[in-house]
């Protein structure tokens, strides 16, 4: 129930509290329900509505419009995440009144992206470690959400990013358990789970490729491919398309094969509009280059 719906048109009519509660119910009444959201018995509130010309629906269809909104807005935002578009995800954010915020997957929701986007643009601990304690201490305290091992993920990238590896690690086994898990198990794939998992996969992968373990990041890059193909879903495929093909040049796999994956990852990318991947293949096609002059010299 939206209260602010109410008051607003009683304000709009210029109707006093006295005057429209008047032989209906007493101010204090209808006080408590304006300033304090104590709702008062069904049949009040709708005498009171009425006087207004409204019904009680309408306090409700409002507040479900914005929670449908609110909604939509985030998982595009999510959506901008995995395409790395930060300054997009950024303004989004921006326009996001967290006080309006009432359902609690929601409230994680935000949180979770709000941490992660500052987590991978280098902003301050405090400010990224606030927003994952939230989600950790307060409203997944129990850590039965995917939320928790999202919140896990942000912290081991922010550590990752300042070199501070020992906690990086830490976290990242804790989410690569959770990917094994779910491997094994195959939870519910409703709403945005599996892009979630999605998530997971890339990030975890990438962090072993840079420790230069590549069999679990190899590992973790064919499960993503595989999730993608599964749910025909195609977000993720140009960052692991071209997270193996780094990872094959790290090893000094077969030319043949880097070129494969190049061109794979240069499909995946035009097809979804990615222009961040592009930019990093072609810097990745030069190092390849120079790698083969080498060879051959």
């Not at 329900?33 to 049949?43: D, G, K, T």
């Not at 240069?266 to 930019?279: L, T």
């Amino acid at each position: 129930m939206d209260i602010s719906v109410f008051v607003s048109r009683r304000k709009e009519l210029k109707i006093s509290q006295v005057k429209l509660c008047d032989g209906i119910c007493t101010q204090a009444t209808l006080s408590k329900f304006e300033n304090n959201s104590r709702v008062p018995s069904l049949a009040i509130l709708s005498k009171l509505c009425v006087r207004m010309g409204m019904t009680v629906d309408d306090l409700y269809q409002e507040d479900s419009y914005s929670d449908a909104q609110l909604t939509e807005v985030l998982n595009a935002t999510e959506k901008e995440l995995m395409m790395e578009n930060y300054q997009e995800v950024l303004k989004k954010l921006e326009s996001v009144n967290q006080g309006q915020i009432n359902a609690l997957p929601a409230k994680m929701q935000f949180c979770y992206l709000r941490g992660c986007v500052n987590a991978l643009i280098n902003k301050q601990s405090d400010e990224i470690l606030f927003d994952f304690s939230r989600i950790l201490n307060d409203l997944d305290d129990h850590h039965q959400t995917i939320f928790t091992q999202l919140a896990f993920l942000g912290s081991g990238i922010m550590y990752a990013r300042h070199r501070e590896i020992d906690q990086a690690a830490f976290y990242f086994e804790k989410v690569a358990q959770y990917i094994h898990d779910y491997q094994a198990t195959k939870q519910s794939d409703e709403d945005n789970y599996f892009l979630r998992i999605l998530t997971l996969i890339f990030y975890t992968a990438e962090f072993y490729a840079d420790q230069n373990n590549f069999k679990v990041s190899n590992h973790l890059i064919k499960l993503g491919v595989q999730i993608c193909s599964d749910n025909r879903v195609t977000y993720y495929l140009p960052r692991l398309k071209f997270l193996s093909t780094q990872n094959a040049l790290r090893q000094h796999k077969h030319p043949e094969l880097i070129q494969q994956l190049m061109e794979e990852t240069q499909v995946f990318a035009r097809i979804n509009q990615n222009d961040v991947v592009v930019v990093k293949l072609a810097a990745l096609k030069l190092q390849f280059q120079q790698e083969l002059q080498t060879r051959q010299a």
